[in-house]
């Protein structure tokens, strides 16, 4: 056995297996993969091997077609068959809603290639004659989506990385992962250690144990999962013997997937009743066994499969599948550098190997070899979790997850498991005034603050929901009086010593501020790719406030500690401060009445500390509401006298609470970005508009320059634009596809309804030579064309003279 290597990846499922390869590929033939028995023990073996491209993050669906395609390039490779079979696939829609985001989801494959039709019932039954189409309105259809042979892809994978130098060492359980102070480990097996400069945990099953030898924890769980192969089926037989195959057929009111298996049928179900498996640890034991068949789980799901599919009560049970594997609290894997960790990476979580382990092991080995991947991965980043997750949280999360693996997935449903768990000392209050929740990382957050009488709860939709009317009233009260809104949806970082200067005009490319004032930087990765989007603060010249997206803390920190310098101390101060924003023509006046020290001449992107009420805060003028606005900072023990003071003087001046969709209407008046989705790195600051915050003029070789300077000289290929929507009853929400003259060229990033113009917003990118005020296109909402201008001037204080007076 080799004891030296540069990587270690650990777990011969396809997920190791493709992380292995897809390491060779990029280059690196000095990896070793460790199995403690044999390839593909764990979920691998017994999986149904389907696979598809749908999925609700366009990303991962990108990934999933990547993967797709990389089985035929496989066998060229290794003259291995992978047992592939592409016989097409159906997801049916049997209400308005779920046909609602087959069409969307359609609308997405526009711009990204993939080549779905949307088909209607007699569509449906010529293509599967043993699905009955009763009450179905239609349904999507996707040529790429069949099956495979898991254990032949897996291993063609293993031969595919041999061919690139690959070692594979079976049979050699891994005891412990020890780092030495150089930032490598010693991998300790039974048959000897492996010094490793990396390691990987494609550990499966067995992730969590893999992962607490290094001392971390995994979110993520195994699931009891239950599939059944049937006898010989009449009706796909003649198929067959016609030279035919059966498609896929995915039926989510009945949470099942169908597809051919031989002369047969196979039918798998995400049933409610469903069992989390090895709560407090998976065996070291259990590898190619299967769990005791449960029909009684199973129950309602194969009764109602009967229905739909009549041809499955008349043939027999040949066989039962029953075995656990793995999910993340929202499904999508864990990958990626470990936030916290030297040289120790995820491929965790990955449940469905056969439709995403090529893209996985894709973007993991570009994040190792190149030292970034191609697009943005945060819904798979094992960093989009802090170290605030724990397994009690994670068992409800990923229990919730399994049941609604095949419900519809809307863009304002906030799932209801294991909340609330965060929260700040503004809950209870909030609560008793209304609040309807939202949560981001953990934490609740107010959506919108209900009247008496409303519903506390939004309605899951594609249309414009029941929070309409209060968020209405909620920008109304903000753009003509003053709003308050709590500011923990912003993460916040301290960043202190001598060389703290010096430090940030490295790390951001834009202009750090002097004492007393603010600045807006985009961060940029060394490909000039954007991934933050940061206010600086400069209290003093050694002390510095950063603000950011909440959920991206771990992200930033992984990235702040990667790009580490002496002299200099980052802080995560996230959850150790809050405070308030108010914002309206009337916050000066509020803010005030509030404190001694004469505000009146406190410039916008100005920042004091100043005593307001009893709490020790710092004030800055700045507002994601594009209004006259400040934010106000105190610590966690003050925030609720904060809020008293700021409250009492409100009210005279009609102060109003505002929650998140009101925050999200009123920054479409300005056009201003969103992290994740104007903001990403899928994008570059010269395309999102934000190198005008870059300084090009500093002295400084900031992370990213060279990128920016060749994109700014070149001039970027596409802009990101806002577009006035002739829209009826649902507005844009992400990806939706721009039309010009008959062809897809561009897509939205988000959008909304502007209640303060009355107007349905989109914000998008399509080509530079094609961006003029004015210019006629038309988004694709819901299946539906609507007409679409662009429009360059904001909808509110268009000159800043508010914002900025």
């Not at 010693?186 to 492996?194: A, F, N, S």
């Not at 009690?392 to 609330?420: C, D, H, M, W």
Request: net charge negative; charged share 25%; aromatic share 10%.
């Amino acid at each position: 056995m080799k004891t030296t290597t540069r990587v270690a990846v650990i777990g011969g499922g396809v997920v190791g297996c493709s992380v292995l390869y897809h390491l060779t590929k990029l280059g690196w033939s000095d990896v070793m993969l460790i199995e403690r028995s044999e390839l593909t023990s764990g979920s691998t073996w017994h999986a149904a091997g389907g696979f598809h491209t749908l999925n609700g993050d366009t990303n991962m669906a990108a990934l999933q077609g990547y993967t797709i395609k990389l089985y035929r390039e496989l066998e060229e490779i290794t003259g291995m068959s992978c047992g592939l079979h592409h016989v097409g696939g159906i997801t049916l829609a049997d209400n308005q809603e779920r046909f609602d985001m087959l069409k969307a989801e359609r609308a997405k494959h526009r711009f990204m290639g993939l080549e779905t039709d949307i088909i209607g019932p007699e569509e449906v039954k010529k293509l599967s004659e043993v699905t009955n189409t009763d009450g179905i309105l239609g349904a999507l259809y996707d040529p790429l989506d069949g099956h495979l042979d898991p254990s032949g892809t897996t291993h063609a994978y293993a031969k595919a990385a041999r061919m690139g130098g690959a070692t594979i060492e079976t049979h050699c359980k891994v005891i412990e992962t020890n780092q030495r102070p150089d930032g490598t480990w010693d991998v300790v097996t039974e048959k000897g250690t492996i010094h490793a400069e990396h390691v990987v945990n494609a550990g499966g099953l067995w992730a969590r144990e893999v992962g607490a030898m290094a001392g971390v924890y995994f979110p993520l769980h195994p699931m009891e999962h239950q599939y059944i192969v049937t006898d010989e089926v009449p009706e796909i037989a003649a198929i067959i013997d016609a030279g035919g195959e059966h498609p896929h057929v995915m039926d989510p009111a009945g949470e099942s997937y169908l597809r051919q298996e031989g002369r047969g049928l196979c039918i798998g179900f995400y049933e409610q009743p469903c069992k989390p498996w090895a709560v407090d640890g998976t065996p070291w034991n259990f590898g190619h066994e299967l769990l005791p068949d449960n029909f009684d789980k199973i129950e309602d799901s194969i009764a109602f499969a009967y229905r739909r599919f009549p041809a499955l009560e008349r043939a027999g049970v040949k066989s039962v599948i029953h075995g656990p594997f793995t999910f993340a609290p929202d499904g999508n894997p864990l990958v990626g550098p470990v936030p916290g960790m030297r040289n120790y990476w995820s491929a965790c979580a990955v449940m469905a190997g056969f439709s995403q382990g090529g893209g996985v092991g894709l973007m993991l080995a570009q994040w190792m070899v190149e030292g970034e991947c191609e697009r943005d991965t945060f819904a798979m980043d094992c960093a989009r979790y802090g170290d605030w997750i724990t397994p009690g949280y994670t068992r409800p999360k990923v229990i919730e997850n399994y049941q609604t693996r095949f419900s519809v997935s809307y863009p304002n449903e906030e799932l209801p498991a294991a909340r609330p768990f965060r929260t700040t000392p503004m809950y209870d209050i909030f609560d008793k005034m209304g609040a309807v929740w939202g949560q981001q990382y953990g934490m609740e957050v107010v959506n919108y603050f209900a009247a008496e009488g409303e519903p506390r709860y939004e309605t899951p939709s594609f249309r414009r929901s029941n929070a309409f009317g209060a968020t209405a009233r909620e920008v109304k009260a903000v753009r003509e009086a003053v709003g308050i809104n709590e500011v923990h949806n912003f993460g916040k970082y301290r960043v202190t010593g001598p060389n703290a200067r010096a430090w940030l005009d490295r790390i951001m490319a834009g202009r750090v501020p002097q004492p007393g004032r603010i600045s807006l930087t985009p961060m940029l990765s060394h490909k000039g790719r954007l991934i933050g989007d940061f206010t600086i603060s400069c209290l003093d010249q050694e002390t510095y406030q950063l603000t950011a997206s909440y959920g991206a803390q771990a992200y930033h920190m992984r990235w702040f500690q990667q790009n580490a310098q002496d002299g200099v101390h980052v802080e995560n101060i996230s959850d150790r401060v809050n405070g308030f924003q108010i914002a309206g023509p009337k916050a000066r006046e509020v803010l005030q009445a509030c404190t001694r020290q004469d505000i009146s001449d406190m410039k916008f992107l100005d920042v004091r500390r100043m005593s307001v009420g009893m709490a020790d805060c710092v004030v800055q003028r700045v507002s994601y509401t594009g209004d006259l606005g400040y934010e106000i900072y105190c610590d966690l023990p003050s925030q609720r006298a904060l809020w008293n003071v700021l409250w009492e003087a409100g009210q005279p001046h009609g102060m109003k609470p505002f929650g998140m969709r009101a925050m999200m209407s009123l920054r479409l008046d300005k056009f201003f970005g969103a992290w994740l989705r104007e903001f990403s790195p899928d994008y570059t600051a010269a395309e999102t508009g934000l190198d005008r915050f870059i300084s090009f003029k500093k002295d400084v070789d900031f992370i990213g320059r060279a990128a920016a300077e060749a994109e700014r000289d070149a001039g970027p290929a596409r802009k990101l634009c806002a577009f006035e929507v002739d829209a009826d009853d649902a507005d844009v929400t992400a990806y939706e596809p721009i039309w010009l003259d008959g062809t897809v060229v561009g897509f939205c990033t988000s959008g909304g309804y502007s209640h303060h113009a009355g107007k349905s917003i989109a914000q998008g990118f399509v080509p530079t030579d094609k961006v003029a005020e004015g210019l006629e296109a038309e988004i694709e909402i819901l299946g539906k064309m609507h007409k679409a201008r662009l429009i360059t001037t904001p909808l509110f204080d268009a000159d800043g003279a508010r914002m900025r007076g």
